[in-house]
Nanobody, 123 residues
Framework: QVQLVESGGGLVQAGGSLRLSCAAS????????MGWFRQAPGKDREFVST???????SYADSVKGRFTISRDNPKNTVYLQMNSLKPEDTAVYYC?????????????????WGQGTQVTVSS
């Protein structure tokens, strides 16, 4: 069983930055792929970024060049650094963990999910 707890969300003005953290329990963290997804009101959950067990990354086109995903295996934590935030980035951001170690962009590839953290970007 893996438990994921997100933190770091909040209210920020457009152009600002936030860093999300996701603390994971479980001994298999270092072998799992980790991902960030988001869901805006009235919209489907969408892929944001993923990082494989070995550090390979992938990003949605909408965040490429602005967001950076990283992981600290000794701390069982994955991060999402979000810069140059836009109002359209407003959403609940979810952390997810996949037994499949390779980076995954599809939500169904993930086995565990956090409760989410709200990010609101004002214009």
């Amino acid at each position: 069983q893996v438990q994921l707890v997100e933190s770091g969300g909040g209210l920020v003005q457009a152009g600002g930055s936030l860093r999300l953290s996701c603390a994971a329990s479980g001994r298999t963290f270092s072998r799992n792929a980790m991902g960030w997804f988001r869901q805006a009101p009235g919209k489907d959950r969408e892929f944001v970024s993923t990082i494989s067990w070995s550090g390979g990354t992938s990003y949605a086109d909408s965040v490429k060049g602005r967001f950076t995903i990283s992981r600290d295996n000794p701390k069982n934590t994955v991060y999402l650094q979000m810069n140059s935030l836009k109002p359209e980035d407003t959403a609940v951001y979810y952390c997810a963990s996949a037994f499949l170690g390779s980076a995954a962009v599809v939500a169904s590839s993930y086995n565990y999910w956090g409760q989410g953290t709200q990010v609101t970007v004002s214009s």
